[in-house]
């Protein structure tokens, strides 16, 4: 396992994170894009899937915006638009097993607040897209992204990047054949 990928992809994912709060959304599909880059993906199919992340980003900001309003159709509307962003992303990588739903389902709890829901969704994500031979891995990743996205929303910019830096260390240790991150 190379350390240094590890801590860059790390890097990289939680500067998404802040991209996003920050609303600078080509930044963020350029950091989206480097990420597959690095992970041997041609540039461009990093390119589209960055664009596609940060085209995601976008909409769940109108997810939110519209949750706030308490329109839960147009809410779900916006979470299906996402899915269909991530769907693009898993074909043009060329991922066999689609986890899209639990990633947007994941979101969308987060925002609810409903713990259980994101645990089994961001659980599902990482156990698909990995198989039952890494389900230990598959609960590590689980526990990396939920830290990730806990200490995100205190702002907390050091542990959120060690969080993400030990969730790549995990998968890149087992070399899967897909990776279960999409944004």
């Known amino acids: 396992m190379n350390e240094s990928l590890a801590t860059t992809l790390g890097e ?25 880059m690095k992970l041997g993906y041609a540039q461009q199919q990093a390119e589209t899937a960055g664009n596609l992340i940060s085209e995601a980003y976008q909409l ?11 329109d839960y159709d147009q809410e779900i509307s916006y979470y ?38 994101i645990l089994v969704h961001l659980f599902l994500q990482h156990f698909k897209a990995l198989g039952f031979i890494h389900l230990l891995s598959a609960i590590k990743l689980t526990y990396c992204i939920w830290e990730i996205a806990r200490v995100h ?4 910019t050091k542990t959120t990047q060690n969080n993400a830096i030990r969730y790549w260390e995990e998968l890149l240790k ?5 990776y279960p991150y999409i944004g």
């Open 153 to 156: 929303k205190l702002r907390d």
């Open 80 to 117: 299906y638009q996402i899915k269909d962003k991530f769907t693009q992303v898993e074909t043009i990588l060329g991922y066999r097993t689609s986890i899209a739903i639990h990633q947007i389902k994941w979101w969308m709890y987060f925002r609810h607040q409903q713990k259980l829901k």
């Open 174 to 178: 087992i070399k899967p054949s897909q």
């Open 60 to 70: 769940s900001d109108m997810a939110v915006l519209v949750q706030k309003a308490g």
């Open 12 to 36: 990289l994912q939680a500067q998404i994170y802040w991209l996003h709060d920050a609303e600078k959304f080509t930044e963020l599909a350029s950091a989206a894009a480097t990420i597959y």
